[in-house]
């Protein structure tokens, strides 16, 4: 059951990666629905997207560079199309909510069901902050608390955009799947898929599931996850791009909707 980054650091091409993910047998995943929402501090002022984007030098916090609060914070301000974003990488998990109140950052990503546990007040009347756009995994799965909210994809301006959400999308779903490594004979890898498959299907496995993790079990089944895995955009230009998100050093801005931006 190897760590989330298994699947993106192999597709991406990082350095170290001495394994094929498209030789392993995948057994399947107890999670792999998600949603993150970008949202900012209400004393901002940036009540509307339209406020978001004419808006210079948004401060969005998050944990390390490569952390996914920080990759998802920029995939969010580049398809958004923010001016000079700023990213404050210099937090922990615990402390970005209350640095995000006391003012110290404007912005951030998270996620929708941390939203629903930890800071419910935040979806009352008088919330100190205001919620912009969400990223759906799977698409089209609408999160009940958020279902207003545009999805990200919606703001992207070329096949190349929606193909780098494809990708974010993909990294989730896979999430940290339970695989068999390559040459486990074919009888062995169908009766332990069978297994996880009427494991997962279990109605008591989702209550259990619920019990320890206080989360909602979305079983992806070995089939499904390996297509999954499949469909992950794989493009040169695609893993260019993406890579270029969730570095360091500034975003792209050869958009068109950015260049009309600063021009």
Not at 126 to 131: N, Y
Not at 178 to 206: C, H, M, N, W, Y
Request: hydrophobic share 40%.
């Amino acid at each position: 059951n190897p760590s989330i980054g298994m699947i993106s650091s192999a597709i991406l091409g990082e350095a170290g990666v001495q394994y094929d993910i498209d030789k392993f047998s995948y057994l399947g995943s107890p999670s792999s629905a998600y949603h993150a929402v970008f949202l900012t501090r209400q004393q901002a002022g940036f009540s509307s997207i339209e406020k978001l984007q004419a808006a210079s030098g948004v401060r969005i916090g998050a944990q390390s560079v490569g952390f996914v609060t920080y990759n998802e914070g920029r995939l969010f301000a580049y398809l958004l199309g923010l001016k000079e974003p700023r990213f404050v990488a210099a937090y922990s998990g615990a402390e970005l909510d209350p640095a995000l109140i006391r003012g110290e950052i404007d912005a951030r990503a998270t996620g929708a069901d941390s939203i629903t546990q930890r800071n419910r007040e935040w979806l009352e009347k008088g919330s100190p902050v205001d919620f912009h756009a969400i990223l759906e995994v799977p698409k089209g799965n609408k999160h009940p608390q958020f279902s207003q909210l545009r999805e990200i994809e919606s703001f992207a301006k070329s096949d190349l955009d929606r193909k780098v959400v494809n990708m974010a999308r993909g990294f989730r779903i896979a999430g940290t799947p339970f695989v068999l490594p390559p040459g486990t004979p074919k009888d062995r890898v169908e009766i332990i898929q069978a297994a996880f498959r009427k494991t997962f299907q279990d109605p008591d496995f989702s209550r259990q599931y619920k019990k320890m993790s206080g989360d909602e079990a979305t079983p992806l089944l070995p089939e499904n996850h390996e297509k999954a895995i499949k469909d992950i955009p794989r493009d040169h230009e695609v893993i260019e791009l993406f890579k270029k998100l969730v570095g360091a050093g500034p975003l792209p801005l050869d958009r068109p909707h950015v260049i009309k931006l600063f021009g």
